[in-house]
């Protein structure tokens, strides 16, 4: 069965903290690797897409590593800032049925 | 990219009774989603808007229960038919502008959360 799972379900960091967000799926085949940011009360926002091809990348402070082999991904956020209080969702693309499967999310608040 | 956005925010409605959600985009785009977030949950897919003809429906989900429509490239609407609380969600419309790689970026709109009483 295709599935995402995150770790953890929830984290409390302090400002200026760094932090990882795992990411574990089972999806094959395998297209790409996204992960998204949401605000409470709000839609789902990406950071970044990866390929299978593709071990890291990066978008500001957010940087994404992924190992096709292990079928693992993360996501680091360096210094962090209050405003990245959110949900952080890991979505994996379905290759053969073309379909978004979608992780259960990690919900990071940074405090003060 | 594309900014979307979803009319109502928010409503409170009475069992039995139906809500129609409208999903309006910015710039045409190639595909329309409609998705559902139970709290504390992942997003789930309910149906692909498709322009013209029927949406398709995943599993689980039928069209006399959430009618769709999308008469042109940046409309669409999703009606939640029949509530029971258990249709308690928030809804949202996600849509990809096309260039037809698999790496294409696909947006969402804010969600419109339904309490269903």
């Known amino acids: 069965k295709n599935q995402v799972e995150q770790s953890p379900q929830s984290l409390i960091i302090l400002e200026g903290k760094n932090c990882t967000l795992q990411c574990n799926y089972t999806v094959s085949p395998f297209s790409n690797l996204r992960w998204y940011k949401q605000d409470t009360g709000r839609g789902p926002v990406s950071l970044t897409i990866m390929t299978f091809s593709e071990n890291t990348k990066s978008n500001g402070r957010y940087t994404a590593t992924l190992d096709a082999d292990t079928k693992q991904s993360s996501l680091h956020i360096t210094a962090s800032q209050l405003s990245d209080s959110a949900s952080y969702i890991c979505?994996?693309?379905?290759?053969?049925?073309?379909?978004?499967?979608f992780g259960a999310g990690t919900r990071l608040a940074v405090h003060p | 990219s594309a900014v979307i956005s979803q009319k109502p925010s928010r409503d409170i409605c009475q069992r039995g009774t139906s809500l129609t959600i409208q999903c309006q985009v910015d710039?045409?785009?190639?595909?329309m989603f409609w998705y559902r977030q139970q709290p504390g949950q992942s997003l789930t897919l309910i149906a692909t808007a498709n322009q013209g003809s029927e949406a398709t429906y995943e599993s689980g989900f039928v069209i006399d229960k959430f009618p769709i429509s999308r008469p042109n490239l940046t409309f669409s609407t999703l009606t939640v038919s029949n509530m029971s609380p258990e249709d308690s969600s928030i809804y949202l419309c996600s849509v990809v502008k096309s260039s037809g790689l698999v790496t294409d970026t696909q947006y969402f709109g804010p969600g419109t959360r339904l309490t269903v009483l």
């Open positions: 710039s045409q785009v190639t595909m």
């Open positions: 979505v994996v693309r379905d290759g053969g049925y073309n379909k978004l499967i």
